[in-house]
Every structure is written in C-alpha cells, then in structure tokens.
C-alpha cells in the first residue's frame, strides 16, 4: 500500500509546483528565506505544502494519499541529532490549519491517520504544558509507536508522566495511559534504553511490569539501573525498586546478585529463596561465602541442601571458619609472615635527635601504647615479637615480662592483644589465652576474658566456646572482670541475636548495685548482640537503665554509651526507631537531646536520607555553653547518614569544613573523627589534608581527635604519606603523653594487619553495609568524643571494637574443591557504568597481577583469562572459580 501512493503523488505533484509560484514570490520575505534553502529542500517544502491543501480536499481518495504521502515523509525523513527533520521544520507553520482541520473533520480512518500525523508534528509545536502529542495520540490509531522514532517516543513518555499526575489528583481513570506505557516500556526495552523504561514505570508507579520486559540481554544493564537508583529515592519507593529488581535476578537467575540485594534488604526470607532457587552445589558455596564476609548468622536446613556431609561444609564457610586459612595464605604469598616489633613502625630513626631521645624512657603509657600498635598491626598474623615469644623458661619467659611492663589496667588491654594477635584463629586462640585464666591478677584475667571475645570476632561455633568460657565470669565481684567478660560476650556475638546472651545481661542492666561502667559495657555489648534487631525487650531495659541513673551520674562521660547501646538496636532501620525516640523525650534533660541525635544518627546510618543530614546541620547552628554535648553525636550522625553513597560523602565533606569554621568547641572536636568515617581506609588527599592542619590544633581534644582520624583513614593502606605525617607529629608530639599516645595508636591503625585489612563496612562493591562493622566503628568513635576520660582513662580498651570492622582486603580464587588457585586478574578503580550505553569496560587504569590480590578503597576486579567463570559476578574475598568448557588453549 505505502509505496503506491507514492508513485501516485509524485507523478501528480510534478507539474504542480509551478503553479504555486506565483502565490509565492509576491511575499518578498519568503523569498528571502526560500533562497537559503537547496532545491531539494525547496521541493520538498512545496511538496508538504500541496499535502496539506490537499488534506483539506473534499475528496476522500485524495485526503487518503495525502495523508499516506504525509505520512511517509516524516517517517523517512532521517535527522541528525540537533536539527529539527526537514518534513516537521517545514509543517510548522501548517500546524494550525491542520488542527482546525481535523476538529471539523467527520469521524473516519482518515480522521485518525491525521491524528497520529499532529501527534508528531506536536513535538515541536506544542505550547509549554499542553500535553497535544498525547491527546492526539490518544485519539488516532493504535499502531506501532516505534516507527515515529525515539525521539517521539521519550516526548510521549514525557508527556504520559504529567497526564498521569494530573489524574491522579483528580483521580481520573488511566486504563488508556497505561496501554501506551506497555507499548513505550517495550519499545524502550528492545532498543536498549532501559533507564528510560524504568524512569516511566517510576512515574506511572507500575514497576511490576518490567519483570514481564527482561530477559537475559538487558536484565543486568536493567538491574544495575534499578539498584543504584534506588539510593536516591524517598522511601519506600526504595524498597519497592529493589523488590522488583531481586525478583528480576532471581528470574535470570542471577543468584549471587539477587543475594546481594536480600542481604541489603535484610530480608532472611529472601535469602532462604535464593538457595532453595538455585540448583548448583558451586553457587550455594559462594553465596555461604558472601554471608559470611556480610557477618550474617544463617542456619541452613535440609530444604537449602539436601547433602548432609555438603550442608556442614556449607554452614562451616557461613560461619566463616575459614577466614584464617583465607587470610594466612594471602600473607603468605605476598610474604609479610615475619612478625613486626612496634619499633619497626615507629621509624624512629628517620627523626631528629630530639624525639629519640625522649622515647627511650620505659614509661607505662608508652608501654601501653606498643601494647595496641603491636595488636593491630600483626592482627591475625598468629605470631608476634612481644607476645607470643617461645619461652626461654618454663615460667613463661618474656610472654609475661611483657605482659608486666604494663601499670594495672594496662594489663587487661596487653592479655586481650594476644587475641588480637591470634585474631579468627579459634582452637589455637583459645590454647594460648589460657594460661592467663590462672593469673591471680584481676586485670590480666580480665583481659583474658576479652582475649577469648576478640578471638571469636565474625566466627560463629556450634559449640559456643566463648559463651562457655565467659558466662561465669559475668556476674564475678570485680568490675574489672566483668567488663572483660560482657565486652567479650559482645565481640564474639556481635549480630547474632543470641537469646542466652540476653538472658544473662540484661539482668544487669536493672541491678542497683552494679557499678556505672559495668552498666555502661552491657549496653554496648546489648546493642551489638541485637545490632538493628529493634529487639522491644533489650530496648527497654536499656531504657529502664538510663531512667534510674542519678544526677550526678548523667554528667558522667560513660552514661553517654547508654543511648549508643539503645541506638544499635536499630541501627539502619530508619522510621523503626520512632517510638523509643518518643520515650527518650521523657528523660532528664541532662541526657535527653544526647540521646535523641544518638538514636536518629543510629537509625538513618548507611540510608543517605538528606532530610536527616539537614536536621543534624540544624542542630549543629546553635551555638550552646559548654556543658552541652548533645551536637558530637549529631556531628558523627552527618557522616553517618551520608556515607551511603560517594555524593553525599563529597557534599557531607563540604558541610564539615564549613562546621570547622563557624561551629562551637565541642562540634569541633567531633568533625575529625566525622571525617575519619566518611574516608574510613580510603586516604583521600583533601581530608588527610584537613586533618594534618586539624591536628596542630591548639585545642588538644580537636587535635587528639584529628590523630585518631589520620590513623582511621589510612587504616590497613600502609599509606606512605600518613606515616610520615605521623612520624613528624611523633616528634611534635614528644613532651605531650596524651598526644604521643593518640600519635602511636594511629600509626599501629595505618599498619593495620601490615597492610592487609580493611576498617571499611561497606563491601561487594561498595553495596552492602555490615551492620557489625559500623556498629565497631561509631561505638569506638562515640568513645572518642570524650578522650580523655576513656581511652586516656582506664577504658583504652574500647579500641578493640575496631576489630569487628577488620577485614581482609583481598581477593582469593579457589577451585571447585575450595583450595585456593592462582589465576591472573586485573586490578583497577571501579568505573561507574550505570546508563550508559554498549558495553563500557567497568574498571580504569588496571594492572594485572595473579591472586591473591589486594583490593584498595574504590578498586574492581576482573579476570583476566578465559579459562575459568567465576561463579560470583562480585570478585571481592572468596571466590569460586569453575572450569569454563568451551576454553581452547590457542596452540
């Protein structure tokens, strides 16, 4: 039919141009104009003109071609991407007539094939706001949308999404709408524009419909755009995207992605789904490996894995018993086994004379300090120069001369750094801790007993060890002890809800004769057992904890971990924490503003929401008397709202520096430590900047805090420039003991693990948040707001909550028999590809190095040989590789 008319309307329109003239020339501006056209373009233009005269014609034949031939043009007609098409530039000034035209024009066909053609032509005309392209549309015929071009198709959509808000204010019906999305979102999906598709179905709230659209050529391009839009949307559009996107990948079959958005969506039922759904051993084994780099407490049953013998070894890897091995071997292979003294760290021989020869002098704080930077940096290494020495006589040698240069709590903080030292290795953990069950030294048992926490950190055990070891030492007379073993309790079971855990502390809470610091650690220890379970019974004892404190009490720098321990509970999940929130406002004025920003900044951690980062910039504007500390927690809360994504730490960032300027005392001490977690291991140039000025501060506590920070951004990067920041300040610092000691512990903090961990919570690509590991991070920095009381006090050892934040930074290949394989990979900085069109490569600036790999701060992996298909698309930790069967070796 088409090609007919054609031949019809040209053979009718050769001698017609002429004619028309005449008309022409007698308007001299048009002229001008036609001479700037090319003779095809002057045909042409004349040509749609007789189109139009003849649209208007009586005869219905002649309309039909017309229209056909009108038709034909403004499809065929091929633009380049800035130019209006010729056809459309040339029947701009025809739009009218044809418009009242077709209002005068009987009911036909011919009625709705003008239509569709006004439809188009309103793409350029229409006025601002009147939605012309889709009324018209509305009314023409039902064809094929896509043959208009996809530059009509966005203008519609466009056009669709204000309709749809319209009517639904009005609440109009929309069945007519909806028949067009369904065209346009398939259109949009066949033509690899599925952000656009997604954006529609956003607007016109029916997401559901895009599971029928995928398939296996744009699921992941779909998905990608699904996930990483869903952290800019309000809530609960966020959960809906990633709803529709985990039944996507489950759909695909995309295992190991749609675990990962389970995990984020904290969803145990979907989890369950994700092993009943997939079929293959290989792929359960990876996804127990995700649970466990996650911190998830999972058991698995007969319906996940039929295979006894398979399921023990599978929830032997969820248990992450395997870390150490892990671990081990990477250092091995990058041949960092031999054990570092805290001198080799130091560098003292790089300074001045000056500062040498002050450290020289034994002094117990120093001591102390060697203490944490020999912990830290050959954490989970198994063998170091101060603790673990063989003995040179049965008496235990100079395991335990160490053990004594250190002044009474010191001690506590010296036995618990053999934990430290022997981190995730359980059975030889617990063998060497045990000596020090023996000491008739309070503070060493004590010690002992957060030893057995810290070595049991991420590992979960069938036979419980740590809870065997520690329950009876809970309810011992000296507070020392008890505190060992509730914060021990605390590490070794951070995240797993454990019930007897419960039962066992929360009695404490309520006893009127326990001490305030062993009511305080409770709390905390609470809080990370039931990390954002929002559990009602712990939440109220811990409310019923801070309500009985007296006055004098409240002014006491540990009440302050009271709200904290609250706060974990529901740490990450947002509008959860309303009704405590209402009941913290009945308490004693002293505490109740501290405890309102603690709990928010707890809820919101990790969600990005910037309406919450507005508030706590709100509260940061007044400019109160000293005694008020409500603004450090609204301060860290900033940071821990927006670290979510890499904008909000840019603009959370800029914010801070303005807080530096114009803020009181007490909000200047806490933007370093603010800082050091938007950047925790991933030194950036700006913030180690800020923080070098930050820390020649005049005020002590800023400066404390900055030290701390540098050692928290640079945490397990051995960063070049961190450590001689620290070195000079060492020397700086030489006189001052509080500094020095800071100065020290961030240095142990830069050579965390030799280099080979991470404080980062956020992992498989910067995805997922382990709620663990934040809760470490903030509980050490909450502690930090207030220096000298507690680290420079008798509670150094809240730095050991760090240690549920540490983690290999590394990528580890096994085999199909999980024994660890060596395949070359290439390392680089993860390229941001969402929306973007063909396939562009995900990772810039690689180099090629065989596994074990480390992965820095905002780096990717991919492997770079055929030979093998991992079975996670996320290269982070362990991953399984499998043979890939249509590998060729060339020849």
């Known amino acids: 039919m088409a090609p007919d008319p054609n031949s019809a309307s040209g053979s009718g329109t050769k001698p017609e141009p002429p004619a028309k003239a005449p008309a022409k020339d007698s308007k001299k501006k048009d002229e001008k104009k036609d001479e700037d056209l090319s003779e095809e373009d002057l045909a042409l233009k004349q040509q749609l003109e007789l189109y139009v005269e003849r649209v208007q014609d009586s005869d219905p034949g002649l309309q039909k071609v017309a229209l056909e031939s009108m038709r034909q043009e403004i499809r065929t007609s091929t633009s380049s991407m800035t130019s209006v098409p010729k056809p459309l530039k040339f029947l701009r000034p025809h739009y009218g007539t044809l418009k009242a035209y077709y209002d005068i024009m009987t009911e036909s066909d011919l009625k709705k094939l003008l239509a569709d053609i006004l439809s188009v032509l309103a793409l350029t005309m229409s006025a601002e706001g009147e939605q012309d392209s889709l009324k018209y549309r509305l009314l023409g015929s039902e064809g094929d949308i896509g043959s208009w071009g996809h530059e009509y ?42 952000p656009e598709a997604v954006d529609l179905l956003m607007e016109v709230e029916d997401l559901d419909l895009l599971v029928e659209h995928v398939d296996k050529t744009n699921f992941r391009r779909t998905c990608l755009y699904l996930t990483s839009s869903a952290r800019y949307l309000p809530g609960p559009d966020d959960m809906l995207v990633l709803d529709i996107a985990y039944m996507i990948y489950i759909k695909s079959k995309e295992f190991p992605r749609a675990l990962q958005i389970a995990l984020f969506l904290d969803n145990l039922q979907y989890v369950k789904q994700v092993f009943t759904s997939c079929d293959d051993l290989l792929g359960k084994k990876q996804f127990s490996y995700m649970l466990a780099r996650h911190g998830t407490t999972f058991e698995l049953d007969e319906e996940m894995c039929a295979d006894d013998e398979e399921r023990e070894a599978m929830q032997e890897i969820i248990n992450n018993t395997k870390l150490s091995e892990g671990y081990l071997t990477l250092a091995r292979d990058i041949e960092v086994m031999e054990p570092k003294s805290p001198e080799d760290i130091y560098k003292a021989h790089l300074l001045d004379g000056r500062a040498s020869a002050g450290a020289s002098v034994d002094s117990a704080r120093q001591n102390l300090a060697a203490t944490f930077v020999n912990a830290f940096v050959n954490a989970g290494f198994g063998q170091d120069k101060l603790m673990t020495v063989p003995s040179e006589s049965s008496s235990g040698g100079s395991s335990g001369n160490w053990l004594f240069k250190n002044k009474e709590h010191g001690k506590a903080s010296a036995a618990a750094s053999l934990g430290m030292i022997l981190l995730w290795d359980v059975d030889s953990g617990l063998a060497q801790i045990d000596k020090y069950f023996h000491s008739n030294d309070n503070h060493v048992i004590a010690g002992a007993l957060l030893g057995v926490g810290i070595v049991n950190c991420s590992i979960k055990n069938d036979c419980d060890p740590a809870l065997a070891l520690l329950a009876d030492y809970v309810d011992k007379e000296d507070s020392s002890i008890r505190i060992g073993a509730i914060m021990g309790l605390g590490l070794a079971y951070a995240g797993s809800q454990n019930e007897q855990i419960r039962s066992k502390l929360t009695p404490i809470l309520g006893d009127a004769k326990a001490p305030l610091d062993v009511i305080a650690f409770t709390a905390i220890s609470l809080g990370l057992v039931y990390v954002g379970s929002c559990n009602e019974e712990v939440a109220q004892a811990i409310i019923f904890a801070l309500m009985d404190r007296s006055e004098a009490e409240l002014g006491e720098s540990l009440t302050k971990l009271l709200p904290l321990g609250l706060g974990l509970l529901y740490l990450g999940k947002q509008e959860s924490v309303e009704a405590t929130a209402e009941v913290s406002k009945t308490f004693n004025e002293k505490i109740r503003k501290y405890c309102d920003m603690t709990l928010l900044s707890c809820a919101y951690a990790g969600t990005g929401n910037v309406l919450k980062v507005q508030h706590f910039l709100g509260e940061c504007a007044h400019h109160l008397e000293k005694s008020e500390t409500y603004q450090g927690p609204a301060v860290l809360g900033i940071a821990m709202v927006a670290m979510a994504e890499e904008l909000g730490v840019e603009m959370a960032l800029r914010s801070l520096e303005h807080l530096l300027q114009y803020g009181e005392q007490n909000i200047r001490r806490a933007v370093p430590l603010a800082l050091g977690l938007l950047c925790i291991s991933n030194p950036k140039v700006n913030v180690m900047d800020t923080l070098s000025r930050l820390s020649h501060d005049a005020d002590t506590d800023v400066a404390m805090a900055a030290v701390i920070s540098l050692g928290l951004i640079g945490a397990g990067t051995n960063n070049a420039r961190i450590a001689g920041m620290l070195r000079n300040l060492s020397s700086y610092y030489y006189k001052e003991a509080s500094l020095l000691f800071c100065v020290r512990i961030a240095q142990g903090l830069v050579h965390m693990g030799k280099g080979l961990l991470t404080l980062a919570p956020y992992h498989s690509e910067r995805f997922l948040l382990s709620p663990t590991a934040l809760a470490g991070i903030v509980t050490l920095l909450h502690t930090c707001l207030d220096m000298k009381n507690i680290i420079l006090g008798k509670y150094h050892y809240v730095l050991y909550f760090l240690v549920l934040a540490m983690q290999p930074r590394m990528l580890l290949t096994v085999d199909e ?49 055929e030979k093998y298909i991992p079975v996670s698309p996320i290269l982070e930790g362990f991953v399984i590789l499998k043979e890939n069967p249509d590998y060729r070796e060339d020849v």
């Open 153 to 194: 198709v966005r203008n519609l959509a466009g056009e669709i999404s204000q309709e749809y808000t319209k009517r639904q204010s009005k609440e109009a019906p929309i069945d007519d709408l909806m028949k067009l999305v369904h065209q346009i979102v398939a259109f949009h999906m066949k033509h690899n524009a599925e």
């Open 817 to 865: 028999n999980l024994k660890p394989l060596s395949v070359p990979v290439r390392v680089g900085q993860a390229v941001d590809v969402v929306g973007q069109a063909g396939r562009p490569k995900t990772i810039t600036g690689f180099q090629t190095h065989s596994t074990p790999v480390l992965l820095a701060a905002g780096d990717r992996a991919e492997l770079a040989t």
